[in-house]
């Protein structure tokens, strides 16, 4: 079957003296890694400046797979950043795709994949993957064309046996390590990218797994594509299929070439084995200091090892490598610019985005079917139900004329639906921040569809459980029994519930930290709480002020004013330790001036405020 989507530009990748350092603050002096650079300012502070990449130089092609070995903090993840474009300008030396500057074309045909596996886990494999081609894949091609892409996908990474199988998590059973680690490579082949960047793909799985993935990516290169992948420890099978290898250390490049003459170039600077094994094993014991696998000393060895190996390359094998870069680079100079021109021209035909409305759709489609069981897990369900019936059976047809008792409900209703909504949607943002801040570098859509998607797709899941809650609670405490006010109780229970949802959303959004976020939240509620109007008979003034930003407060009102009248209300207000008493005799918080048009506008300000602060907040994310 003819592709879909066009094959785009082949994309010879060329590095050149790539560094890369970063700056941190300490309070001592001691330098925590050799090379850095560090200065004492007048706080006391030290500010140091560490290398992570050291001059690195390396060439892929067409139908190759570099494979960038070493230790954990060799820099591995930070060259692969950098050459999926992900640190522009960031980094010094020269990163060329068919001799041209990294730009956003060639970004677009980039494919990257993360060492962690960014997957929603209530989707079946089918579904990610169709939906990701729904939102990746050009307007020129119809909804059932997608669809046939990602089943190709699907085929073509041997995903067929676990298509219907959700995706999982810690929590939840679903598709096994190898076939989570195809699902990622599968987001990013949909665009049939000319070039595919791995960061450890392996990671996690067994040696039967990795060479299984391994051969999925030979697959792709020997379709013409170029593959880069870091590897932490293949096995010896593993890494017969390289066809070249970047070995770094402490950011310094020990090796660059093809992988079967690694070991051949060792023994020429007088280092091998003394026993035959996995060549990614020995070169790792060199990236690590360890000469020989057998000395008895190998804590000594490190720095002599480290620097012979670095100053080995330097004289010896990097001249030869910029030389073939060089010499490939004059060679293909008048190649690349046909095929850039040529590549221009499918992009412009082919590539187009798909429109707004659609990305809300398919996000809302997407949404609804991933938070459908969490919004409605057995436990959430439950925690409602037997709140609403507890409620019911303290307060079981109370009497209208005890007022306390009412009021107690009453705020005991403002109470739950301003913490439980908050607390939920306070880690929405927090928990999504992965998939966002990826799928919004890949440019599936924009903020505002997404944002939008999000908001409407929450109106049903967070309204149905409150409508039940009032449903029960309402009629089971004998609140006042006629059609009207038990609609406005609920009209204004369910606002209530949007308000609280758009206060968790925006914190969750402005600290994107969900430990922090919640803290923040425990205290404004708790402000929320006290300033209510049902504890504090006699607010001081100074203090005053705060019950005018509590939604907690204007939903209680209302709630009063619904049962009660607005004249009654205003003099119920901060009245209910006094026993019924239902004038202002002793009571303090008569609130005149808080009629009902001014509470519902105040939760009006504050369920559009709470959400543009949210989106205000997301808008800062860099992605």
């Known amino acids: 079957m003819e592709p879909l989507v066009s094959s785009s530009c082949p994309i010879t990748l060329k590095f050149v003296d790539v560094g890369y350092r970063v700056k941190f603050q300490s309070r001592t002096g001691a330098k925590s890694d050799i090379g850095g650079v560090w200065n004492r300012r007048n706080d006391g ?3 140091e400046e560490r290398t992570v990449l050291n001059g690195v130089t390396g060439m892929v092609s067409p139908g190759e797979i570099l494979a960038v070995l070493g ?5 591995k993840s930070t060259l692969l950043n950098i050459l999926a474009g992900r640190l522009q300008g960031n980094h010094t030396g020269n990163v060329l795709a068919n001799g041209q500057t990294f730009n956003k074309s060639v970004s677009r045909r980039t494919g990257f994949v993360t060492q ?17 081609s729904l939102l990746r894949l050009p307007m020129s091609l119809t909804t059932k064309e997608k669809t046939r892409v990602a089943e190709s996908v699907i085929a073509e990474l041997g995903l067929t046996k676990c298509e219907n199988t959700i995706i999982g998590n810690s929590f939840i059973r679903g598709v096994s390590g190898g076939e989570r680690k195809r699902v990622s490579i599968g987001h990013e082949i ?13 990671s996690g799985l067994d040696s039967t797994a990795a060479h299984r993935l391994v051969s999925t990516l030979g697959a792709l290169a020997r379709k013409g594509k170029t593959i880069i992948s870091s590897m932490h420890q293949p096995s010896s099978r593993v890494y017969q299929m390289f066809d070249s290898v970047l070995l770094l250390s402490e950011g310094n490049c020990l090796y660059f070439g ?15 084995p003394s026993f035959p094994m996995n060549p990614a094993d020995f070169m790792l014991d060199l990236a690590n200091g360890i000469g020989q696998v057998d000395s008895q000393c190998e804590g000594d060895q490190k720095p002599n090892v480290k620097q012979s190996l670095i100053s080995s390359y330097s004289n010896v094998l990097a001249p030869r490598v910029k030389a073939a870069i060089e010499a490939d680079t004059a060679a293909r100079e008048r190649p690349v610019k046909g095929m850039k021109r040529q590549d221009g021209k499918r992009r412009s035909r082919n590539n187009s985005s798909i429109g707004w409305f659609s990305q809300f759709v398919i996000l809302l489609h997407r949404g609804l079917k991933e938070r459908r069981h969490e919004a409605f897990s057995s436990l959430r369900v439950f925690q409602v139900i037997a709140a609403a019936i507890l409620a019911g059976a303290m307060w079981w047809r109370s009497d209208i004329g005890d007022v306390h008792d009412r009021l107690g409900l009453l705020f005991f209703i403002s109470i739950f639906w301003g913490v439980f909504p908050a607390f939920n949607s306070v880690f929405t943002f927090p928990q999504e921040r992965p998939h966002f801040t990826k799928e919004r ?8 569809s997404y944002y939008l998607a999000r908001l409407v797709g929450d109106l049903p899941m967070e309204l149905i459980l409150p409508t039940a809650f009032g449903i029960v609670c309402y009629w089971m405490a004998g609140l006042k029994p006629d059609t009207v006010s038990f609609l406005l109780t609920m009209i204004i229970l369910l606002g209530y519930v949007l308000v609280a949802q758009g206060l968790g959303l925006a914190l969750g959004a402005a600290i994107m930290d969900a430990k922090q976020a919640s803290t923040v939240v425990t205290v404004t509620m708790l402000v929320f709480l006290l300033t209510g109007g049902f504890y504090v008979n006699k607010v001081p003034e100074w203090m005053q002020w705060l019950k005018y930003t509590s939604y907690t407060f204007y939903c209680y009102k209302l709630l009063i004013i619904v049962q009660y009248g607005e004249k009654q209300a205003n003099q119920l207000m901060g009245c209910s330790h006094h026993h019924g008493r239902r004038s202002g005799d002793g009571c303090g918080m008569v609130e005149e001036d808080m009629g009902t048009v001014v509470s519902v506008a105040a939760l009006l300000v504050m369920f559009v405020g709470y959400r543009l602060l949210a989106y205000v907040a997301l808008g800062r994310i860099k992605v």
């Open 258 to 272: 093809k992988g079967s003459a690694a070991m051949d170039y060792f023994a020429s600077v007088e280092f091998s």
């Open 441 to 448: 570098a890949s440019g599936m859509y924009t903020l505002s």
């Open 71 to 75: 230790p954990s903090g060799s820099g």
């Open 190 to 202: 949909l665009v049939n990218p000319s070039l595919l960047v791995l960061d450890e793909p392996t």
């Open 45 to 47: 502070r030290v500010v």
């Open 116 to 132: 962690d596996d960014i997957l929603y886990s209530h989707l079946t494999v089918k579904e990610t993957l169709v939906f990701c």
